[in-house]
């Protein structure tokens, strides 16, 4: 995982599981969701998402590649690694990988586009946003 400058743990939960006592597939979007938000909350700040940047910046999801490998077990303890591939004018396209200890169960790529909730369009990321993601990521 050395490209990736981000991780985030969480434990599977017994609500996450399926009658093969696996986690049920939809969950790993939840995990890829959760390891974007709190990768934005290390760039833009604990609260990214009710301060200064909230009103300009509303990700909303247009697109996920999911590749499942392995599964992942009720309470298993699960890294979701994630970062910016690549960084357009309004999108970010977004490499996520979930692991078990150094076993890779999840392979996923996603795309964000900058929603503005008033105007029911894409909208520019903002500059400010846009320099502290390439200096996180060093693009």
């Excluded at 986690?23 to 700040?45: K, P, Q, S, W």
């Excluded at 970010?92 to 979930?98: D, G, N, W």
């Amino acid at each position: 995982m050395e490209n990736f400058h981000f991780s985030h743990t969480i434990r599977v939960r017994y609500s996450e599981i399926d009658g093969q006592k696996i986690v049920f597939n939809a969950h790993y979007l939840t995990y890829i969701d959760i390891g974007f938000t709190e990768y934005m909350r290390e760039i833009l700040g604990p609260d990214w998402l009710t301060n200064q940047h909230s009103s300009q910046f509303e990700p909303v999801l247009v697109k996920s590649t999911v590749e499942y490998k392995k599964p992942a077990l009720l309470d298993d303890f699960i890294t979701i690694y994630v970062r910016v591939k690549k960084l357009g004018t309004s999108s970010l396209t977004l490499e996520s990988i979930i692991t078990r200890d150094d076993e890779i169960l999840v392979e996923a790529e996603t795309i964000q586009v900058n929603y503005n909730n008033v105007t029911k369009t894409s909208t520019p990321i903002p500059d400010d946003i846009k320099h502290r993601i390439q200096e996180f990521e060093a693009l």
